[in-house]
């Protein structure tokens, strides 16, 4: 898989992407910026890259020769305090607080998976339990994994949910979700506090901010998963994230 792709997208998706994700922040400073300034001083800036731990489901794996910096697209507010997370292979690149733990996965049929914690816990669980105020940052990827895809594409597009190929967790989608397409290959998500959705973790003390993609037409694409649940103060870091996370990989 490659390290690095340019994604095209148009500035009403990535607009519709701010306004959803920031229209679950709770009321806070003036200085806090709203979708139309994030948007606005949004600009391209470097930043550094961490690679995880990773744990390798095939032998003899090898790790990549990766950069220590990558261009993303950050307000002012975040340069200095985010780093862009990924695995030992580069297969996936994620946004979160800078400092924090990390650890990674790939598995032998090319899936993956990032976790960005306070902690550097290795895994964290799908869902919490209520009032759970675990914070994370968990990215994914199905690879050629075609039941992955499935589980995790079908809560949010009918078409994979009425293709009747496995069983859907949530058909109709998950009670209480919030969902909006931004594309016709990704759809965005919130999951409020109690609300175990399609985000992971989901269902604890935190909105759970998530995008998930599935692009049909390119062949043997993978679905990607962001799921970025995180304090109110850092809520405003997960719209960024999840913009960057849509800019990458929106049509893989």
Excluded at 188 to 203: I, K, T
Aim: hydrophobic share 35%; with cysteine; aromatic share 8%.
């Amino acid at each position: 898989m490659k390290n690095s792709r340019v994604i095209i997208t148009s500035g009403v998706a990535v607009m519709l992407l701010l306004l959803f994700v920031l229209s679950f922040i709770p009321s806070r400073s003036a200085t806090t910026p709203t979708p139309s300034t994030v948007s606005n001083t949004t600009s391209a800036a470097r930043v550094s890259v961490t690679v995880c731990p990773t744990t390798y489901g095939a032998r003899n794996t090898e790790p990549s020769q990766l950069p220590s910096q990558i261009t993303m697209q950050l307000t002012a507010g975040l340069a200095g305090h985010v780093a862009a997370y990924t695995d030992g292979l580069g297969i996936e690149f994620v946004l979160a607080p800078r400092g924090w733990g990390c650890a990674a996965t790939v598995g032998a049929d090319g899936t993956s998976q990032v976790t960005v914690t306070p902690t550097g816990a290795s895994s964290v669980p799908n869902y919490l339990s209520s009032g759970d105020a675990t914070q994370a940052v968990v990215a994914s990827q199905t690879s050629v994994c075609a039941g992955c895809l499935y589980d995790q594409a079908c809560p949010l597009f009918s078409s994979v949910a009425n293709a009747n190929v496995y069983t859907c967790p949530a058909p109709s989608g998950y009670k209480g979700e919030s969902a909006t397409p931004v594309s016709a290959t990704a759809v965005e998500f919130a999951d409020g506090p109690g609300v175990r959705g399609s985000g992971s973790p989901s269902g604890g003390a935190n909105v759970a901010m998530g995008l998930v993609t599935y692009a049909p037409s390119v062949p043997n694409s993978a679905s990607y998963l962001e799921t970025c649940t995180l304090a109110p103060r850092y809520q405003t870091l997960c719209s960024v994230s999840l913009l960057n996370f849509y800019k990458l990989y929106e049509k893989l």
